[in-house]
């Protein structure tokens, strides 16, 4: 899915916590502070918005207790992103790539990594750098799970100024929209400083943030 209906007045904020091997390489050898945005967390719960995060499993595993920050907030809900932030049909970007039948087992393992902080848990997955194909859908079929990419593309991995940000959501939100953002902080060092200027223009559109399984299953 890409959006929900276009009735309404409500959006889907979503926050995607990628985490390859080579981002946690780069945590233990001190190149990098922090791939967890906690101004982003401090903002939305200062504001009391609803969004859902799409977490790696690697990610959970290196910031249990953000996590575990993100699953106690009510507005909040817990989304699956992979294991290890891989690309399963090949060429997608510079992720690094797996085989297709690994993914069911991938996703199977995320879910059981995300599973024990409770919260609002979902069957909502999106795959690293939004790249499927027919082979990768049909593999995760038994898994239940709904595929969410989203309508309006933030840009925000490696931004290096916050305006172009801001336009580029609020440019294109609409009713319905899912709103692609990182909570990658080192990797997405703009989002927090958007973030209050795209909630501002949301207000201004009668726009109101929504979980989600809200926004998609709104008529
Ligand atoms: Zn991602």
Redesign the pocket.
Known sequence: MDHGPRTGNKVALTF?A?MTDGMLASLRAGRVKSYANLRILDLLERDEVPATF?L?GKWVQRYPDVTRRIADNPRFELAN?TYG?AAFTGDCYDLPSQPVNELRGDVAKTFEVIKPYGGRQTRYF?F??LCHDAATLDALAPLGVTVVDGDVVSGDPFATAWKPLVRAVLDHVRPGSVVIM?VTEANAAMTDEALPHILAGLRERGLVPAPLSEVLAAA
Do not use: I, K, L
Request: hydrophobic letters at 10%.
């Open positions: 995607d990628d799409f790696t992103h932030h999106r690293p750098g990182h």
